[in-house]
């Protein structure tokens, strides 16, 4: 019995290297599942909505310790010369957490990441100026730099792929 086996299996691959069309790769996944908006497929949603929770997983927690430590967060907003540091702080967390949980719940998603890609390249721009620091500080600060453009990137293909079928907003 398993010599048959063998035989079978040696006939299958003898099969796949003679036919190279029919052996799978990369590109069959892409084609099996299409990810467009006008086919929107199962791999399609479960992308989207990992996306929107990895980024809501970046925002929320941000916005409840700015909460919970927000006179360390007021004194960190002066300390970079911003004016109205309270005001800023209370933006942050509004911005953070209900921008997260937007984002998590797929409810007014192109907006939210919008708004956050905003706030994510101020944020940026004030509080990882790595041009700015001196030279010790300058490999971290730019390190911090570059992922919150990266961040600002994802944020704005889900602004423009939307939530996905698995959302508020793909429920209406």
């Known amino acids: 019995m398993v010599h048959d086996w063998n ?7 003898f099969f796949l290297l003679k036919d190279q069309s029919t052996v799978p790769s990369p590109i069959h996944f892409v084609q099996e599942f299409p990810m467009n908006a006008s086919t929107p497929s199962t791999a399609h949603n479960a992308f989207l ?18 909460i919970t430590g927000f006179e360390g967060t007021v004194g960190y907003i002066a300390s970079v010369g911003l004016p109205m ?12 957490v209900l921008g997260g949980l937007a984002l998590l719940a797929g409810a007014g998603t192109r907006v939210a990441a919008v708004v956050l890609a905003v706030f ?26 570059f992922k919150n453009l990266a961040i600002v990137g994802g944020l704005l293909g889900l602004a423009a792929a939307g939530a996905g079928g698995w959302s508020v907003d793909g429920r209406r």
């Open 49 to 66: 909505l990992a996306a929107r929770a990895l980024m809501a997983l970046m925002f929320v927690p941000a916005g409840i310790s700015k």
């Open 85 to 96: 540091a309270a005001a800023g702080a209370v933006a942050a967390i509004v911005v953070e």
């Open 120 to 145: 994510t390249l101020a944020a940026s721009v004030f509080f990882h100026a790595f041009w700015a620091v001196p030279a010790d500080q300058a490999f971290v600060q730019q390190l911090m730099f």
């Open 7 to 13: 035989n079978l299996i040696r006939a299958e691959v």
